[in-house]
């Protein structure tokens, strides 16, 4: 079933948060219902603009829709991650989404609230929920690119503004984490002072925490004895993510984590099997795989078991 993200974070809000997790193809999409079925979670899917040309919006939407009839007690949103204009604009006149984000985060506050405030209009005229971002994360997803050094923290005094003038749904929060796998070098974690602060001006309202992958270092170890170099990799720890729900945070985004998954089944899988060429065999092992990382994710975002109350909450 695929609802808004306004309705789930409404149930959400101040007991658990929504892991959104991004998919790209049907293996993904498939250990990510099992997962979330598994634990009796409701979820937000997430389609980048990057997996939207990856093969074809149409081919992603259409593994979607099937997902959707192949498990028929999943609560789901359909949300766009990182859109420009034109990208959320097309998702909105597509009638598929049920939540879109706009990231002007990069423009200058009266710009950022400019552009945030079109896309809203747009959306709220076909019932679509809208995400913005304020503040900006270090770290790369996609063609999403900023430098450590220009990174901004959200301003909590802008907040409340920004909110009000834009008319956006939820917010995207920039508290110290930052995209990739290379999040934390040193000492620095998420800044829950920022957090309070945020959620003071703006109680009630649902925030969202971008960048959140955990870099699991059995994983990245595992990937490295197979092959692999990922150096100096480090996440955000799990443990903190029922504290960031309790301060309002009813979305956590997830990629890099499945992404690592994803590379550590595939390097074992031929390193064990250097005979094999069939694509479907370490695809089996994936979806098995990622299902239970999902299915522990949720543990952590404390949204495993909530499903059944969702379900009768809608309806």
């Known amino acids: 079933m695929i609802v808004t993200t306004k309705k789930l974070f ?68 359909v949300h766009l991650d990182h859109g420009d204009e034109k990208t959320c604009m097309d998702c909105i006149a597509s009638g598929f989404y049920s939540s879109v984000m706009i990231d002007a985060s990069h423009e200058a506050y009266e710009k950022n609230i400019e552009i945030t405030k079109r896309v809203v209009d747009a959306a709220h005229a076909r019932g679509i929920v809208v995400e913005a971002e304020l503040g900006q994360l270090g770290g790369v997803e996609e063609h999403v690119a900023v430098d450590e050094a220009n990174a901004k923290l959200t301003d909590p005094n802008q907040a409340k503004d920004f909110v009000t003038r834009s008319g956006c749904d939820s917010l995207a929060c920039a508290i110290g984490t930052s995209h990739g796998a290379f999040k934390f070098s040193g000492t620095q974690g998420l800044r829950f002072d920022v957090l309070v602060e945020i959620q003071k001006r703006l109680p009630g309202f649902p925030l969202v925490m971008h960048g959140s992958s955990s870099v699991p270092q059995e ?97």
């Open 10 to 77: 409404e149930l959400a809000y101040g007991k658990y948060a929504l892991g959104a997790y991004n998919i790209n193809n049907a293996e993904q999409t498939m250990g990510l219902f099992r997962g979330c079925v598994d634990s009796q979670a409701p979820f937000i899917i997430q389609i980048s603009k990057g997996a939207r040309s990856y093969t074809d919006k149409l081919m992603l939407e259409a593994i979607i829709r099937a997902a959707d009839q192949i498990f028929p007690q999943a609560v789901f949103a």
């Open 219 to 315: 994983e990245v170890a595992r990937i490295n004895a197979a092959g692999g170099r990922l150096a100096g990799a480090k996440g955000v720890d799990a443990n903190q993510f029922r504290r960031a729900a309790e301060l309002g945070v009813t979305k956590i985004n997830i990629d890099t984590d499945g992404r690592l998954v994803w590379t550590r089944v595939h390097r074992e899988f031929f390193r064990d099997f250097p005979e094999k060429f069939d694509l479907r065999d370490p695809g089996k092992v994936f979806m098995a795989e990622y299902a239970r990382f999902i299915a522990a994710k949720n543990e952590k975002l404390g949204s495993a078991g909530q499903l059944a109350a969702v379900r009768a909450a809608l309806g």
